[in-house]
């Protein structure tokens, strides 16, 4: 993820989350399209939603923000172990800085 990330966004992180998903040797044949439709299809490879009430991100873990009027496709994104990357290295979870739902996923 880190390798391939942009000084900024570009505007297509389910696209560098997809690649580093299959970097890591995941099978993305039936991915979505959208970013926002991304939780679904992590569960079915086996991730977990996890509570977000305490929560403390762990290398590997992947963050789905909801479609907004504003950004409606969504948002991914991968924490490395140090911060969350897209197709960007982030300065924090939310790429947004605003109140966007999101769920964290977690491959046990």
Same mark, same amino acid.
């Given at each position: 993820? !880190? !390798?391939? =990330?942009?000084?900024?966004? &570009?505007?297509?992180? =389910?696209?560098? &989350?997809?690649?580093?998903?299959? @970097?890591?040797?995941?099978? /993305? $044949?039936?991915? #979505? ?6 939780? #679904? ?5 086996g991730? &977990?939603? &996890?509570?977000?009430?305490?929560? /403390? #991100?762990? @290398?590997? $873990?992947? =963050? ?10 969504? +948002?991914?994104?991968?924490? !490395?172990g /140090?911060?969350?990357?897209? !197709?960007?290295?982030?300065?924090g979870?939310?790429?947004? +800085? ?5 769920? @964290?996923y977690?491959?046990?």
């Amino acid at each position: 993820m !880190d !390798d391939h =990330a942009e000084a900024k966004s &570009v505007g297509k992180c =389910a696209r560098y &989350v997809r690649q580093g998903m299959e @970097a890591g040797g995941l099978n /993305t $044949d039936s991915r #979505p399209n959208l970013a926002k439709d991304y939780g #679904p299809f992590l569960i079915k490879l086996g991730a &977990v939603v &996890v509570h977000r009430d305490g929560y /403390t #991100p762990q @290398a590997g $873990d992947f =963050a789905v923000f909801e479609g907004t009027d504003d950004h409606p496709i969504g +948002h991914v994104q991968v924490y !490395d172990g /140090t911060q969350w990357v897209s !197709d960007f290295k982030q300065n924090g979870y939310n790429p947004y +800085h605003d109140d966007t739902k999101s769920k @964290a996923y977690r491959f046990p």
